[in-house]
């Protein structure tokens, strides 16, 4: 999406959800993954929206739905690109907005010629009518909001499922509109504050490019050494490196890598293999187990600090318990770090490194402790005086105009064949989160979902001579684990499905595939190929006597 | 055209959809209430709130209806207090103080507040006792319901608010409860465990089991923070006594969230007094992972930066930093990386 408007970010606020006329959500099963943003599009349908849920499962928000698009795994393009058709052929864009703001109409028109709805029923399994109608509602909702989630991302054309979508959100007019917009919706608590942080390989804090040398000099300036200008590696390419051993130093902070990655029995031969692993951590997580040297954490909890949470609002965390033992807060680890290595140093407090990230970060500096002590702020927010950004892309778009991304379909980076026949795809249940190191630790959760298990069609399970609660073995290509078998119509036929919280009995990331989206290299953990087979216990020897 | 009403004498400007407790309320007028939850529709079953406006015979509940232009209406005078006064008689009788567990093993509730504010005692009148208590060994809600008023919160609340549809209202009058169809226990019924009908429950009826007994109102300090599992960012208060973590109540001013909660900001976060925590540095001596000081750990890590950095330059490193970890962490993080190694090998486990 950053190419398009310059911004990957939500767009729009939470609770103005509440007010749009359409929801179009899809790839996101936000009942179990987001359960409060949830609330808001139930009061949105209360209140007489439409939703219309695409997503090739059966999952709460489908029995809300005024319509379910039940499309085939790994074919969202076809089925925005043939929405993208109708509108323009329609003619039911807003032609407006799109002369004034935006680039690329006619390439998109001319490349959307193909995709008409009986083309993308073929591919995606939903009916041409169905398509019709909702390039239809969308378009003339007057504002409607789309959402989505991993569903879209978490795929080998990741970049592009996004493109698609938000393709359809430019030609309607609804980027720069309240309660409407395209809307990512984040799954971890501060995946927005660590980008904002500048914790990726090509941005500097704030969003500014590596390479743009405005931006460089100013951090040179505050922390008189030069910057590189090349941006970094991202961890996929790193974990290549460190088989090459040309990575020898790997340093994680509060990630369960070896459980959380596809395919991770490649991150556990990398991480094995590199010469000095530090981890910092909570618990004594798997990926700790490997490491070198472990340093504790202290938790959100013990600490005075922010999150940014998904709809870009910086928000304070108040320090009300104490660290266990000698368990310290992130940042003050580092700042010990950073002093021993021989760069002096010195804060007195959480806000003050907030302060240094947020001076030279236009769109956080007019964020500091003080202001958001009652209520977080939502960025940009350049200055001290400016009340945050609701919804962005109101006037202009941070890219000059909104750059429309004709985008093909591709099949899926690894699709069922007569060996695996299957799709395995992955996803989450509400009371569990990731890996478990936290949610396992809860008193009484064991009782709401007490082991992970796998999610088989009716169909499939006559077909495979499968009865509930069986003991099954799945396999990929990379791997194979035993677990109980749930028989389940939520995934459609030749569809299976499991979360990865459960770990320790069953490592679910064995499975998956690491083929990733060449943009963001986020892994197609929606969908790879696998093969399900009944597992036949030993025979009881009957106990004598 | 006059767009105000008038509200124990003072000028108030007309709100669309405002009823008229809310605008009471908005323009510093103390009414009382127990049925009331702002999220829901009103029930207008307690009668508290109830007011008088002039032109209408008798007091009209003051929840349920929107003001209007030219309103007069008063919050307050000695009928409408005498009134009140007798409803919490009434509610009391079987509902005494004395044995309403909230008020006892967890701090003043709603109604027994209300009704030492109002001077009432819980002996006035005899009579039967409604409500019963159902088997339910969730580890998460204490269900009372001899102490249940009946005012529906808790059941607008999961139908209208949350749609979970978990609790309905079983019977008619004074022989009402509140029920899981099919009289289910919570883990059998649609109950997600949001906790939100605790946190709307007036009395002792529903209340969190896990802070049970752990501390008394007045010995609690809420400190305000922010759930730290998904994206959504809802407000939490952390609620502590003695320096320790006893259990969550929601912030309700909290702009994403609004109070509501899901059952792993409500009841998940109880992971942080885990004793599987690390509570000293580990360093790997002879394959294992032993305990060590700071000091030795940091020592240890910083030479053997220092080594590789002379040896084999920035790019021999790569650090990773959290989404879940608090942004001053993260950004600290990079900073290492960038000023101090001088690589821009920084990334974070949002890809994965």
């Given at each position: 999406m950053a190419v398009m408007v310059g911004r990957g970010a939500m767009t729009n606020s939470i609770a103005e959800l509440e007010n749009a006329k359409l929801i179009f959500a899809t790839g996101t099963n936000t009942t179990e993954t987001h359960p409060v943003l949830a609330l808001r599009v139930k009061r949105a349908v209360a209140r007489g929206a439409k939703l219309i849920v695409a997503d090739p499962r059966r999952i709460e928000l489908t029995g809300l739905a005024?319509?379910?698009?039940?499309?085939?795994?790994?074919?969202d393009i076809p089925l925005y690109n043939a929405m993208a058709h109708v509108i323009i052929k329609e003619g039911l864009y807003n032609k407006e907005y799109v002369e004034r703001r935006t680039e690329g109409i006619e390439e998109l028109a001319d490349f959307v010629k193909g995709y008409t709805p009986q083309v993308a029923e073929k591919i995606s399994g939903v009916p041409a009518e169905d398509i019709i109608a909702t390039a239809r509602e969308y378009a003339t909702a007057g504002n409607a909001a789309i959402i989505y989630t991993l569903g879209i991302t978490e795929h080998s054309c990741g970049v592009h499922n996004v493109q698609s979508l938000a393709n359809l959100g430019l030609l309607c007019g609804y980027f720069g509109m309240e309660s409407a917009g395209v809307n990512p919706l984040r799954g971890q608590n501060n995946v927005q504050g660590a980008g904002d942080a500048g914790?990726?390989?090509?941005?500097?804090?704030?969003?500014?490019?590596?390479?743009n040398r405005e931006a460089r000099e100013a951090w040179e300036r505050e922390w008189g050494v030069p910057i590189d200008p090349n941006p970094g590696k991202t961890k996929i390419s790193i974990l290549d490196e460190i088989m090459e051993d040309k990575v020898r130093c790997v340093y994680i902070m509060g990630e369960n890598t070896a459980v959380s990655d596809a395919n991770v029995l490649k991150t556990r031969a990398a991480l094995d293999r590199v010469e000095f692993l530090v981890v910092q951590d909570m618990f004594l997580t798997d990926t700790a187990k490997m490491a070198d040297i472990v340093l504790p954490a202290a938790a959100f909890a013990e600490v005075d600090g922010t999150f940014s949470n998904t709809e870009r609002r910086v928000q304070l965390l108040n320090k009300a318990v104490e660290p266990p033992g000698e368990a310290r807060a992130d940042w003050e680890i580092f700042l010990d770090i950073i002093n021993r290595m021989g760069y002096p140093l010195h804060y007195n407090h959480a806000s003050e490194v907030w302060d240094e990230q947020a001076r030279n970060s236009p769109i956080l500096a007019g964020i500091n402790y003080d202001r958001i002590r009652m209520q977080g702020i939502q960025w940009p927010c350049p200055t001290t005086d400016h009340p945050g950004t609701p919804y962005l892309h109101k006037e202009e778009f941070f890219s000059e105009k909104g750059y429309f991304q004709p985008v093909p379909h591709v099949d899926l980076a690894e699709p069922p064949d007569a060996e695996y026949p299957l799709i395995l795809t992955t996803g989450r249940r509400r009371p569990t989160y990731h890996t478990g190191t936290q949610t396992g630790r809860v008193d009484g959760f064991e009782l709401l979902v007490p082991r992970e298990g796998l999610e088989v069609h009716p169909d499939d399970a006559d077909a495979l001579g499968i009865a509930d609660g069986d003991l099954v073995e799945i396999s990929s290509r990379r791997g194979s684990l035993q677990l109980n078998a749930i028989i389940t119509d939520k995934s459609p036929e030749g569809v299976v499905f499991m979360t990865f919280h459960f770990p320790e009995g069953v490592l679910t990331n064995i499975l998956t595939t690491d083929a990733h989206d060449p943009v963001t290299e986020t892994a197609e953990f929606k969908a790879c190929a696998v093969k399900v087979a009944k597992v036949t216990e030993p025979e009881e020897i009957p106990a004598s006597g | 055209m006059s767009v105000t009403a008038t509200i124990d004498g003072k000028s108030v400007d007309i709100r669309e959809g405002e009823s008229i407790l809310e605008a009471a309320r908005r323009c510093g007028a103390e009414v009382p209430t127990l049925c009331y939850d702002s999220r829901v529709d009103p029930s207008a079953s307690c009668r508290l709130c109830v007011v008088k406006v002039d032109g209408r015979r008798l007091p009209v509940a003051s929840c349920a209806h929107a003001l209007t232009a030219d309103m007069n209406v008063t919050t307050s005078d000695d009928e409408l207090e005498e009134n009140r006064k007798t409803i919490l008689k009434l509610v009391l009788s079987e509902n005494p103080t004395e044995e309403c567990r909230s008020c006892i093993e967890r701090g003043p509730c709603e109604l027994h507040s209300l009704a030492t504010d109002y001077g009432v005692e819980s002996d006035y009148y005899d009579g039967a006792i409604s409500g019963r208590i159902p088997e339910d060994s969730n580890p998460f809600i204490a269900r009372d319901y001899s102490q249940c008023i009946l005012c529906y919160r808790c059941t607008r609340v999961c139908n209208e608010l949350e749609q979970a549809h978990a609790i309905i209202p079983e019977g008619r009058g004074f022989g009402t409860n509140i029920v899981a169809p099919f009289h289910e226990s919570l883990l059998g019924?649609?109950?997600?465990?949001?906790?939100q009908c605790i946190q709307t429950c007036p009395t002792g009826a529903l209340m969190d089991k896990k802070m049970l007994g752990k501390a008394v109102a007045e010995d609690v300090t809420k400190v305000r923070s922010i759930c730290p599992f998904c994206g959504t960012g809802c407000g939490i208060e952390l609620n502590v006594a003695k320096g320790e973590f006893i259990g969550v109540t929601p912030d309700w001013d909290a702009p994403a969230s609004a109070g509501s909660l899901c059952v792993k900001g409500q009841f998940g976060i109880d992971f942080i007094r885990s004793p599987d925590r690390l509570t000293t540095p580990l360093v790997r001596r002879d394959g294992v992972l032993q305990p060590a000081t700071w000091d030795e750990a940091l020592t240890l890590l910083v030479d053997k930066f220092q080594t590789v950095r002379a040896e084999s330059g920035p790019g021999a490193f790569a650090l990773w930093s959290s989404a879940r970890a608090p942004s001053e962490g993260n950004f600290l993080m990079q900073k290492l990386a960038r000023a101090v190694l001088g690589t821009n090998n920084i990334d974070n486990c949002s890809r994965t």
């Open positions: 005024d319509r379910w698009l039940r499309l085939r795994i790994g074919t914790c990726t390989p090509n941005y500097l804090p704030g969003y500014q490019r590596i390479s | 019924s649609n109950c997600t465990f949001c906790g």
